[in-house]
């Protein structure tokens, strides 16, 4: 996996279709992962989401177009996408300041934002820890939502988190108490993203089922894999998951000898007496042998 020319692959991509269909599955494939690893990593690394940075793109050619007299408002904002002036408008004003017709003009400040490219950097300064397991098939019972895959964010999510633990009493997830929703000291409070027909992506919010199913929570099976298990928190040198979660897709997995079967998506998880530490798994893993 050539994450870095994947990457470039995609701007160039991008660059060519921008006044036409763009395919988050086509750059997706151009890297060699999912729509939503693409996502991730390409916002982490440019700094801004994939549509984001669509959209700016597709707005500075449009002011080039303006400027340049290229065609009527009408006609630019049909050929970058936007079903009207009134949204191409909108959309303009907001990013560059001044509306459509004004471009026009001389004298008039206009934004750019040019093509990213990526360039390879010496990374490695810090230690990447992480231990295998396999672990048999096991439930999670929690809330579940569906979720853009496109939007390779977990902020999203932060209100299906919130809704979790309010509905929760704290002795199902404070690991004490009979009918607690742990077992075992490791798959805890977890986040658990998996993929359905038609490409939509729905996530699991919750914890390991033990026959606790507060009302209004679904139960979701995670299949049995080998999973490689990374503690994101300050003592590896990367506090951020997004951060994280590239470095263990561009650098851990590249060089570990190891491949993933795209049909099990990742699981964030949140042990109880760990402070601030997150366990980021990566699963099903073998050795391509």
């Known amino acids: 996996m050539d994450w870095l020319s994947g990457l470039n692959q995609a701007v160039e991509y991008m660059e060519k279709n921008l006044s036409g269909a763009i395919r988050y599955e086509d750059m997706a494939r151009m890297v060699g992962c999912s729509v939503y690893e693409f996502s991730r990593v390409f916002s982490f690394v440019a700094g801004v989401p994939v549509s984001e940075y669509i959209r700016r793109r597709r707005l500075t050619q449009a002011a080039f177009d303006l400027r340049q007299g290229k065609g009527k408002v009408i006609d630019i904002a049909l050929k970058y996408g ?8 909108r959309a303009f004003k907001e990013l560059q ?19 990213v490219s990526f360039l390879l950097t010496i990374r ?22 569906w979720e853009d895959p496109e939007c390779g964010s ?11 633990m309010d509905r929760c009493n704290p002795r199902l997830y404070n690991g004490g108490g009979g009918d607690s929703l742990y077992t075992g000291p ?16 729905r996530t699991i919010i919750g914890a390991q089922y033990r026959g606790v ?16 298990v990374f503690p994101i928190a300050s003592p590896t040198g990367y506090p951020h998951v997004p951060k994280a979660y590239t ?26 007496g760990d402070g601030p530490v997150r366990k980021l798994c990566v699963g099903n893993l073998d050795s391509g042998g």
């Open 154 to 164: 977990d902020d999203a999510l932060t209100p299906l988190w919130r809704e979790f």
């Open 247 to 272: 470095r263990i897709l561009t650098e851990w997995l590249p060089q570990s000898g190891w491949r993933r079967d795209e049909a099990v998506p990742h699981l964030q998880s949140f042990p109880p």
């Open 82 to 89: 936007y079903d009207s002036p009134s949204a191409f408008a």
């Open 124 to 145: 490695g300064e810090h230690a990447m820890e992480f231990r295998i397991e396999k672990r048999e098939a096991f439930q999670i019972v929690g809330l579940s939502g």
């Open 97 to 115: 300041g001044a509306a459509p017709s004004a471009a026009r003009r001389e004298g008039v400040l206009l934004k750019t934002y040019p093509p």
């Open 213 to 228: 199913r507060p009302e209004g929570m679904a139960v979701e099976e995670v299949p049995a894999a080998t999973w490689a």
């Open 186 to 201: 490791f798959w805890q409070v977890a986040a658990y993203r998996f993929h359905t027909e038609g490409g939509r992506m």
